[in-house]
Nanobody, 116 residues
Framework: QVQLVQSGGGLVQAGGSLRLSCAAS?????????MGWYRQAPGKQRESVAR???????YYADSVKGRFTISRDNAKNTVSLQMNSLKSEDTGVYYC?????????WGQGSQVTVSS
């Protein structure tokens, strides 16, 4: 079991930046498959935004490539998502996720609202 606690998010104008962070309750980077961020816009399904894998490789959805950067801090058991050049379509609730020993764990969600 692991608990994920998110911080960050909020309201920003289009073109601005926000940072999301997710802290795990224990060390996970020795046995996790990947850690990442999903988002869910109003009326839409939850979608994967970015992932960082155990080997350090990353995945980004096409819609955020070049604007979002995922990173991890092994010492602090955190993963972060730096979001730049935000667009109104980035609005939604962002969830931290970790795939750990074939099980998924989720953060509590953070609202990101981008005003145009």
């Amino acid at each position: 079991q692991v608990q994920l606690v998110q911080s960050g998010g909020g309201l920003v104008q289009a073109g601005g930046s926000l940072r999301l962070s997710c802290a795990a309750s224990r060390s996970i980077f020795s046995d996790f498959a990947y850690m990442g961020w999903y988002r869910q816009a109003p009326g839409k399904q939850r979608e994967s935004v970015a992932r960082i894998f155990s080997d350090g490789s990353t995945y980004y959805a096409d819609s955020v490539k070049g604007r979002f950067t995922i990173s991890r801090d092994n010492a602090k058991n955190t993963v972060s998502l730096q979001m730049n050049s935000l667009k109104s379509e980035d609005t939604g609730v962002y969830y931290c996720n970790v795939r750990l020993l074939a099980a998924d764990f989720w953060g509590q969600g953070s609202q990101v609202t981008v005003s145009s």
